[in-house]
């Protein structure tokens, strides 16, 4: 077994710019997953400011000096972080809490809609299946109002950390914004001088990385506004909070459309039952969901590698499960990160070492 591992370890690390990269990777991994928690402010920072930073290069390109591109970008930021916490999230949070109080109507509803079936369709439902079907669906219901509760007392206990995060956050994007250059120079000290195979793997994968997160930041924006003001054409309840939860379920793909469905679905045949209104919801957010999947992502993501479908779930998995959010958000391009590692330390092998395969 030793002998295996050590033939594996000479094959794939002989080469030394190989054994760099690894050690570099390792260290920044086993870093945020040490430290993650305390810094999280200034990893979010981070993200924020690298997926600024093209707008902020554009204009530099367009012979803006840097600084004046900061402000610029900044500004914009701050007026858009600011119109979705005044504007977006009390309307949200409203609509939330009113959809909280309506939950024991709404179980009604449904119980008194799914006692109709077997007289519907007898053939198809019997009435004993349909009462252990509710009787599930209210030991649900009670479990969902105590994960109400708790939810509740959680937010209540953050209140400060989201002040902090309010606070710290706009000032950290904007020196990381401002001093990037002086930022990097201290940072690439601290790393060793032969790092070229390292220094390729950020160049093959900034782009994509840089590209996925402008996109799906776009995507989000786009899909949740279009949803939003279909629902609202059509008086759904809860448009609001239905179009930010469809807007951000595309951070999963193809788990998020489908889990988002089952909530603007029981919304609109609760509010208006099976008939012809509830149908054309049904087509148009279809219709929603098809023009994002077959016009808007190829669009936005046209640099991004194409990965297999089980890769990308697995990456969701494994990434969301490890940072949460922001591994989901950067699950697609932490995935094909390691694809270019693995390619990368396959090209550094020596033919020596590929002889003795």
Known sequence: MTKLFVRWFRRNFSNPQAVILAVILLFIFLGIWLIGPIITPLLVAIVIAYILEWAVSAMERRGLPRLPSVIVVFLGFVTISLTIIIGIIPLAGQQLETLFSDLP??????????????????????????????????????NLGDVLVSF?????????????????????????????????????RWLPSERELSTRVWLEVDGQIGAYARGKVS??????????????????????????????????????????????????????GPNETFAYLVITYLIIQALDGNVLVPLLFSEANNLHPVAIIAAILFFGGIWGFWGVFFAIPLATLVVAVINAIDDAKSPQDESDD
């Open 219 to 272: 995507e989000i924006f786009i899909v949740g506004i279009a949803s939003y003001i279909a629902f609202m054409i059509f008086g759904l309840n809860y448009a609001l909070l239905l179009g930010v939860l469809v807007g951000f379920s595309v951070l999963i793909p193809y788990i998020g459309a489908t889990l988002v469905t089952i909530p603007v679905a029981l919304v609109g045949i609760i509010q208006w």
């Open 105 to 142: 109507a709404m179980a009604t509803q449904i119980k008194n809609m799914l006692m109709k079936l077997p007289e519907k369709y007898p053939e198809f439902v019997t009435r004993e299946s349909i009462e252990t079907t509710i009787a599930q669906l209210g030991g649900g219901f009670g």
């Open 152 to 188: 509740s007392l959680a937010s209540f206990k953050n209140i400060v950390s989201v002040l902090i995060y309010m606070i710290l956050v706009p000032l950290l994007v904007f020196f990381l914004l401002k001093d990037k250059e002086k930022i990097l120079v201290w940072f690439l």
